[in-house]
């Protein structure tokens, strides 16, 4: 682990102060809407809750103070294409739910889809020091892990370690304390493209927040949607998005894989409005209204308007039936899933145990979705609605709000990564010196 | 370029929303800054010589018409336990009290002015309820002459000056003392002239030597010394020897008693040569008898 941790760190430190102050706020800025939550968080609580690292009582310390949601604007397949435009869009939301809740927050917590994710595993051994495994071990062993090659213009989002093996022992969470002389580790490393990362950075900074650290998409939405079983035994959540879709494969509660898939329920939309030579607001409306992924005999019967570009009053409107508008949306769904599924082969996905995937996102709200996505990715699959955060509104907790609550989950029960442990001391004194060094590097 | 229907706030007024939910901000504009302005403002009026002067002037004029109500005028002075001489020195010190406002009397004023008559020892001073100031004196009572760098000086029993005395005269049966704290130790010196017994014609005065000790000034410059502790019991036997060898009717300067187991005499000149003359016969009468019993 040579890549500078420095920022990090300082963003992770941000993060624990606001906890500590009891007040952070969850961004999510997507294609279609950007959300945020103002979460208070009972600070005592949070602490009792992390010491006995119980999930369960972490989200009882959480409660959402205030909700904000506005259509985002400048935002392109995930990604912040005009930066005075999503800036605005992150005003209007903070400004929505700082108003709720009544009181200033300065941190935030991003997350961030699209950006071209790449998942890599790393595996660092070490030599254990004393007869008992300590933390500064294993700080060495995660420090061990080497990535692969360093590309140009990509930048570390997660660095978490998955697995501890001592000697040949595999499957440890936390080695600390066990006896044993060959410490290993393998490490999920998520690198994405630095661009879309800088931008979103500096849209938030231009809102005159403080970005408290950043979250890979997917990761986020199946923090929340996914439940603590299927995190361990093996699932994946797909994030159908406006603007892409993110899929994060966890097994053991860790993610292991991300992908990102450049399609999403915005080219459902241009679809239909191409097909059906309509505008996009007309082909969105109708889409969200009557759109559906599997047509009955029943939706051959059922007429809906459709005004067709340049098409006069309302009076004479064109009619079509609901079956011709499935059958536009069908064929994009199906591409989507089964870009998906390949994806999810390519990463080995079916070697899993548990298989299960669960589908989330907005695009996740389309009637008969489940059904076509069974037929395309096997039976274990399910939509899931995110999980119910304290004070969330009803207006926020459906399947398109899963990454904002996941962030919300994440923010407050933060996953350990390679730089929340403490750089590992060198036997003698140079590492101590190195260590000062740094710190002023950092610091000053 | 911004959509018609955008909803964002402009940067300007989104940083000052902000900064307003900030608490302390908002606690300052609230609360801090009016105190502070408050404070300012009292500050300023506090600091102007101008206010203060109409303040006062203001403060003055209201003190001024309520004193000026008939309902706080003193009518009548009542001096209880004068004498007629007494109670018209205390009514000269008092001054013009009467008809002024009882608002304006500094009554612990005029009871230290009463008091520092020579012939009052103690002065309650009240304003009663029926507009009357009533005074209550207890007398100084005189006990002796103390006479001080050659003047007379009245003072009572416990040695506090009345008043100049004119002349000894005025006063001849009070007894005379004399000396450096001889008023201080006037209680003494009364015990003494109490005691005096058959000699107190005689007495001119009593005489305090250093401040410490008594001598009893007697008729014809005779001078009895008396000791420091117990000058009563010396006295008494001073009186004893009077009666037995009637010691004062010789030709003695002064009798020391000062140590009460050996008395002492000091004659005069004319007592020395006598006994001188006295011893000369006796011895010569002493010779001639060996003489003629030798012869």
Redesign the interface.
Known sequence: MSAPLGPLRAMREKLRGALRRGLVAALDVGSAKTCCLLLRVDGQRLARAQAEGRAVDVFGAVRVAGAGV?KS?GVRLGEIVDMEEAC??I??AL?IA?KTA???VDQVVCSLSAARPLSEAAHGETLVEGLEVSANDVARAVFACRPGARREGRETLHAQPVNFALDGVDGLTDPRGMSGSRLACDMHLLTVASGPLRNLAQCVRR??LDLAGVVAGGYAAGLSSLVEDERKLGAACVDLGAGGTDVAIFLRGHLIHAEAVRLGGDHITLDIANGLSMSTVAAERIKTFHGGAVATGLDDRELIEAPGLGDPGPGERRRISRAVLIGVIRPRLEEILETVRDRLGAAGFQHLPGRRIVLTGGAAQMPGLEEAAQRVLGRRVRVGTPLRVAGLPSTVSGPAFAGAVGLAIHAALPQDEAWDFEVPLAPNGHGRIRRAVRWFRENW | MRALNDPAPAPLRYRLARLWRRRSVRRAATVQAPALALAAFAAMLASDPGVHAALGAQAQAVRAALTARPEFAIRRIEVEGAGPMVEAEVLAVLGDVLGASSIDLDVAALRRRIEGLGWVESARVALDAREALRIAVVERVAAAVWRRDGEPYLIDAKGAEITPAFARADHPDLPLVIGDGAAAAVAEALALHRAAGPLAPRIRGFVRVGARRWDVALAGDVTLMLPETDPVAGLEAALALQKRKRVFDRDVVALDMRLPERPTLRLTERGVAALAEKDAAREAARKAARRERGA
């Open positions: 506005t604007r605005r869009a005003r209007t400004e700082e009544g009181e200033r809102a005159d």
